[in-house]
């Protein structure tokens, strides 16, 4: 009977090339045979199984295949260029670890390049190069599960873990990254990422001209700035965990010249700034901060700019050694302020109805001192401004600034 065609067979290195990979290499050298020859011999639509260990790079698929590394194959790139290209829509890579790209900021040398549609690179461990991901005018494809480690010490000299240029509805799934640079959008929208865990990085994720993302179940921690959001409207930021982002200069959550934006839900902890925000840009276009829970922050939540027009609803104030900071007196007052818990409200709630009995206010006395002169934030805390905040609360030495107006506190 006839053997079936080679387009309907499953490509394996043991039954198919092994031998000329023994011919090339018997009594010549050990090094690592090429995958691309594998690759150049699997028909479009096919399997690659390589048989496990460590396979030469670097690799360009341009035509639609599935490679199974079986968490057993490792690709290594030989530290020129990008590891491993995709040009084919609709190629799968799974279970592969890809190491050793070049180092070239300006040629982006990344594990793996995806310039091709609905691709899926899933389950593989990136390590050992300088970006991680990088999806160059990708569509409709998933980057899931992967775990990614950047080179480097100094974050900014990092690569990207997972980059985005000009790529939409992309979704960015149950990724673990350590130790890198950004996860950064530019010019990709409606893209979603989902319950992915990033630590001990520069900028968590970065979005820049990326309207229309759904962010949501995410995992941030000690990272320089958890999630900031750059000339990016109509983003979701839904449930995702904020925390320890303590670098002076960051925030867990930043916001600049954004609009329509829905924060919700979120848990923002332990970080030097909660949530930094311009004062918006069009009025008829607010960012909206609900159901957030804001607690043990330097400063929960900063407004620069002087004008209002947020809408803050529903959130809980816990524990921050300042709930509110502003730029300028009036940077907060003009926001909507409704409903939320503060763990500094001093009124009660005789009725029982969950709202207090009048309204929660919040002025400037001592911590006007380090909003007007940043470099006095060393010492607040300190006995000195606390002793000057007593004072100030029990007899002020002039009327103090009003920031903002609670006009119906939850209390519990």
């Known amino acids: 009977m006839p053997s079936p065609p ?5 490509l394996r290195p043991s039954s198919v090339l092994l031998p000329a990979i023994l011919a090339l290499n018997a009594g010549v050298s050990l090094a690592a045979p ?10 479009a639509g096919g399997t690659l199984r390589p048989l496990p260990g460590t396979y030469a790079g670097p690799v360009t698929i341009t035509r639609p295949m599935i490679i199974d590394g079986a968490d057993a194959v490792t690709l290594d790139g030989g530290g020129d260029g990008t590891v491993l290209t995709i040009r084919a829509p609709g190629t799968t890579v799974r279970g592969m670890r890809l190491v050793n790209s070049g180092s070239k900021y300006d040629g982006v040398d990344a594990g793996v390049l995806i310039e091709a549609d609905e691709v899926v690179v899933e389950d593989n461990l990136v390590e050992d190069t ?6 160059k005018q990708a569509h409709r494809g998933t980057v899931r599960r992967n775990r990614i480690r950047s080179r480097g010490d100094d974050p900014n000299l990092r690569g990207d873990a997972i980059r985005l240029w000009y790529s939409t509805e992309n979704r960015i ?20 990422v989902v319950g992915n865990d990033i630590r001990d990085s520069r900028v968590g994720m970065h979005f820049v001209f990326s309207p229309g993302n759904l962010v949501e179940d995410n995992r941030l921690s000690a990272n320089e700035t958890g999630i900031m959001v750059l000339y990016s409207d109509d983003l979701i930021l839904r449930d995702n965990h904020l925390w320890n982002a303590r670098h002076a200069s960051g ?21 030097a700034v909660g949530i930094q925000a311009n004062a918006p840009n069009q009025p008829e276009h607010v960012v909206t901060l609900r159901d957030n829970r804001l607690a043990f922050n330097d400063v929960a939540i900063y407004f620069y700019g002087e004008k209002g027009g947020h809408r803050i609803e529903g959130n809980r104030f816990e524990r921050n050694f300042t709930d509110v900071a502003v730029s300028h007196p009036v940077a907060a007052r003009g926001h909507l302020w409704r409903g939320n818990h503060w763990d500094t409200y001093e009124g009660f709630d005789r ?7 009048f309204p929660h206010q919040v002025f400037l006395y001592a911590d006007r001192i380090w909003m007007d002169r940043p470099l006095t934030r060393f010492f607040r805390a300190s006995l000195a401004l606390e002793l000057i905040d007593f004072l100030e609360r029990l007899a002020p030495f002039s009327t103090p600034e009003p920031v903002l107006v609670d006009p119906l506190p939850r209390v519990e």
Do not use: M, Y
């Not at 009725?351 to 207090?356: I, K």
């Open 130 to 135: 300088l970006f991680g991901i990088h999806l």
């Open 6 to 10: 080679l387009e309907h067979r499953r």
């Open 251 to 271: 925030a867990a959550l930043a916001l600049k010249e954004s609009v329509n934006l829905l924060v919700e839900g979120n848990e923002i902890v332990h970080n």
């Open 34 to 43: 090429p995958l691309q020859l594998f690759v150049d011999l699997t028909p």
């Open 351 to 357: 009725d029982g109805d969950g709202v207090g009995d």
């Open 173 to 192: 799934e149950g990724n673990e990254i350590r130790r890198s640079r950004d996860l950064v959008f530019t010019n990709s929208a409606d893209n979603e």
